[in-house]
């Protein structure tokens, strides 16, 4: 992939080709040293990466993960001292991890997972104070956990399973219930106190021996004494028949109080600091209730928050240990517009989810209260729109397996203070039980954002999770759920009204060019979501990369008031071949970059 126009750009600073077919080794890139965030992931890219990366002085962000990518890793990496976020996954690396990126002291996000790696972690890795999140798995990598880790103050998540690991676990920063999300299972050789698929560390045999030699003298009255314990020791078999009963009880309530936890410190404790807060689950602390459970808000030792979902069904699940896997993958996945899940805990009086508290709530109940929704601008709810698309992408397009959502409406979408957007209860319409229906496993969802094949088909496809997105858009633009404004588009209908008419009246409307076009996009792709036909709607992938779309000619020759409904549904008549041109393409070494904006230009002039 070696373009020559690529010569020429030496003042660009961002370059985004992810999720192409692009072959060839990474050639001529190393030339546009203005370069500050360079995204290759998912495409053909073979060949190792050059020595001369070091001239990208500027990069601050590099993701070359899921190419063919070879070799060793070249030493001068550690020369990009400003880089913050480093993903080299899924490739064919091989050799050890070079030492000098332990000089990139910014990093805070290092993914170098799914390779071939061999030799032992750095311990220069001990510099990067300011990391994140680290991940190292899959690979083959050998030796002891550096001690240098206990400096990771800043660190949320840490996998360094399936490798050949070995010794104990060093001491880690706040290990615990408020602590770092750690994966270390899979090293055989590897023990520790309260990680999951690590054993316990054992005291060496010697130094057992060496203990019991050190005072040789005291052995002969130890001998003595336990001649005189023989007797107690017949005396307490006896009292222990008697209490053979209440032992045999105690037994079986353990087994069928146990609880499974996929957190990475003592469940027990976890399990009685979050009784112990709630008061039991008292109402007060509760703060939401949905169709799975009821929500409370959750403050446990140092301060830290959760939101705890106390499932509503505490019936037997048909397959608990299918259940229980499936929540472990969802804990593992971490996006930025997606909120954590951290574990479920099953317990004989009660099962429950943790996830991270988002402070605002959901977007549903902001939308319904007149003070919160007028703070909710055009600039924010453009941004919402974009937050949901991005983590509806990420689930469908870049997870080791596709996650459908399958109840993708406003209430499980969340905001923060800063008005950024989480995605909640991803891939839990599927497994948890409906509080209101008995058969909610095969047919998840809300009415009002169910896409119409579900009617008669009842499978559940990415392109439902399209067309209940599009419902949101239009409940973000409109302030209220769209409602009849979706008849039209499945009896064919005219709709009248004008863009403007329709958009929420309690806040301004949009005033500037730039949030014209916004409005008008968002409009368009939602729209264009919400086709009967799932072949005919974008993909979330599609939809991201549209709305993210910088560099945007005019978009309409008549002005933001004039536009109609029926201009934006001709615009999706034609969708299903413009579909194609939204993405950057390639044709041999030539680029070409054919937008969606630019096919509607050519529309309206026509």
Not at 122 to 133: S, V
Not at 452 to 480: H, I, N, Q, R
Request: hydrophobic residues 40%; proline residues 4%; charged residues 20%.
């Amino acid at each position: 992939m070696s373009p020559p126009q690529f010569r020429s750009l030496i003042n660009l600073s961002y370059l985004d080709l992810s999720n192409n077919q692009i072959t060839g080794s990474i050639g001529s890139i190393t030339g546009l040293t203005s370069l500050e965030f360079l995204y290759l992931s998912n495409n053909l890219i073979n060949g190792s990466i050059p020595s001369n990366f070091s001239k990208l002085i500027s990069l601050t962000t590099l993701s070359l993960k899921s190419n063919q990518l070879s070799g060793l890793l070249p030493p001068e990496l550690g020369s990009l001292v400003l880089l913050t976020d480093l993903d080299l996954s899924r490739n064919q690396f091989l050799g050890s991890i070079p030492p000098q990126i332990g000089h990139c002291h910014l990093l805070s996000s290092l993914l170098i997972s799914d390779n071939l790696l061999t030799g032992e972690i750095p311990q220069e890795f001990g510099y990067l104070t300011n990391l994140y999140e680290l991940d190292l798995s899959r690979n083959n990598l050998s030796g002891t956990i550096p001690g240098t880790f206990s400096k990771f103050s800043q660190l949320y998540r840490m996998n360094l399973s399936y490798n050949s690991l070995g010794g104990a676990v060093p001491l880690l920063p706040y290990a615990s219930v408020s602590g770092p999300l750690i994966s270390l299972d899979n090293n055989m050789d590897l023990c520790g106190e309260h990680f999951y698929g690590v054993k316990p560390c054992e005291v060496p045999k010697l130094d057992r021996e060496r203990q019991s030699n050190k005072h040789p003298n005291k052995m002969r009255p130890i001998i003595i004494f336990s001649s005189f314990s023989f007797a107690g020791l017949v005396i307490a078999s006896i009292v222990a028949v008697c209490w053979r009963r209440k032992i045999i009880k105690i037994t079986t309530e353990s087994k069928s109080g146990d609880i499974l936890s996929i957190w990475n410190f003592d469940w027990k404790i976890a399990f009685k600091e979050i009784l112990t807060a709630t008061e039991n689950f008292d109402e007060k602390y509760c703060i939401g209730i949905g169709a799975y459970g009821s929500v409370f808000r959750v403050e446990l030792g140092g301060g830290k928050i959760f939101a705890v979902k106390l499932l509503h069904s505490m019936e037997e699940y048909s397959d608990e240990g299918t259940f229980h896997a499936e929540i472990e993958i969802l804990t593992k996945i971490r996006h930025r517009c997606i909120v954590k899940l951290y574990g479920f805990c099953s317990h004989s009086r009660c099962k429950f989810l943790v996830y991270d508290l988002i402070e605002r709530g959901s977007l549903s109940s902001i939308l319904h209260e007149q003070e919160l929704a007028m703070e909710l601008n055009w600039p924010r709810r453009v941004v919402v729109v974009r937050d949901v698309a991005q983590a509806l992408s990420y689930l469908h397009h870049d997870c080791d397996h596709t996650i459908v959502h399958r109840d993708i409406k406003s209430s499980n979408i969340l905001l923060n203070l800063d008005y950024k957007a989480y995605v909640s209860d991803f891939g839990m319409a599927r497994k948890l039980k409906h509080r209101y229906s008995s058969w909610s496993s095969i047919f998840a969802g809300t009415c009002g954002y169910i896409a119409p094949e579900l009617s008669s088909t009842m499978l559940w496809t990415e392109k439902c999770d399209v067309y209940s997105f599009g419902v949101v858009a239009l409940e973000v633009l409109m302030g209220k759920h769209p409602g009849d404004l979706l008849l039209p588009f499945f009896c064919g209908t005219e709709q009248p009204e004008k863009l403007k008419d329709i958009l929420d009246q309690r806040i301004a409307a949009p005033s500037t060019i730039d949030e014209g076009k916004d409005a008008i996009l968002v409009a368009l792709v939602a729209f264009a979501c919400l086709q009967v036909s799932p072949k005919a709607r974008p993909t979330m992938q599609q939809v991201y990369q549209a709305l993210t779309n910088r560099n945007r000619p005019t978009l309409m020759l008549r002005p933001f008031h004039e536009i109609s409904l029926q201009d934006l549904h001709d615009y999706c008549g034609a969708m299903e071949n413009i579909r194609s041109y939204i993405l950057v393409s390639f044709v041999g070494n030539y680029m070409f970059g054919t937008f969606l904006f630019e096919i509607m230009d050519l529309y309206c002039q026509a």
